[in-house]
């Protein structure tokens, strides 16, 4: 897959409101190790108050949480889906969120963008942050 420009992607005001309406958050490709961006990005918004759902295939827990191998795995309403995997698997992870009804943002973090899972995220009545940081736009705005 080339790199994308994110031809669709919320703006500050949306990102705003995506954040006052979040308080459970799945975070794709969770790593164990705190020298990692995911890491450091879960640790924060588990800080900030929201309840967050680490989504890893090798570990059980993850920042004192249970993690999760799949996002289908996770019993409870997931409002906001943080992805920190390649464009290429974005497509599996929306239709995965897609198939689960109940998410309200899909979320790729800084440098991942795909506009075909964007698309299908959107018509599908879900909001898009493409290539943000969850923290970063968080501290921005709150």
Same mark, same amino acid.
């Given at each position: 897959? /080339?790199?994308?420009?994110?031809?669709?992607n919320?703006?500050?005001?949306?990102?705003?409101?995506?954040?006052?309406?979040? /308080?459970?958050?799945?975070?794709?490709?969770?790593?164990?190790d705190?020298?990692?961006?995911? %890491?450091?990005?879960?640790k924060?918004?588990?800080?900030?108050?929201?309840?967050?759902?680490?989504?890893?295939?090798?570990? =059980?827990?993850?920042?004192?949480e249970?993690?999760?191998?799949?996002?289908? =795995?996770?019993?409870?309403?997931?409002?906001?889906?943080?992805?920190?995997?390649?464009?290429?698997?974005? =497509?599996?992870?929306?239709?995965?969120?897609?198939?689960?009804?109940?998410?309200?943002?899909?979320?790729?973090?800084?440098?991942?963008?795909? %506009?075909?899972?964007?698309?299908?995220?959107? =018509?599908?009545?879900?909001?898009?942050? /493409?290539?943000?940081?969850?923290?970063?736009?968080?501290?921005?705005?709150?």
């Amino acid at each position: 897959m /080339q790199c994308e420009f994110a031809t669709i992607n919320s703006n500050k005001e949306e990102i705003k409101s995506i954040f006052e309406n979040t /308080q459970t958050i799945a975070i794709i490709g969770c790593s164990p190790d705190p020298t990692k961006a995911s %890491n450091k990005v879960a640790k924060y918004l588990k800080d900030a108050g929201f309840k967050i759902f680490p989504v890893y295939p090798k570990e =059980d827990e993850i920042l004192g949480e249970k993690v999760y191998k799949h996002l289908s =795995d996770i019993p409870e309403k997931i409002d906001m889906v943080d992805i920190f995997r390649k464009p290429e698997v974005i =497509d599996k992870i929306v239709d995965e969120a897609i198939k689960r009804g109940d998410i309200d943002t899909i979320w790729t973090q800084l440098g991942l963008v795909n %506009n075909d899972a964007a698309k299908k995220a959107i =018509d599908a009545g879900m909001k898009v942050v /493409q290539n943000n940081c969850t923290k970063m736009e968080h501290e921005a705005l709150f």
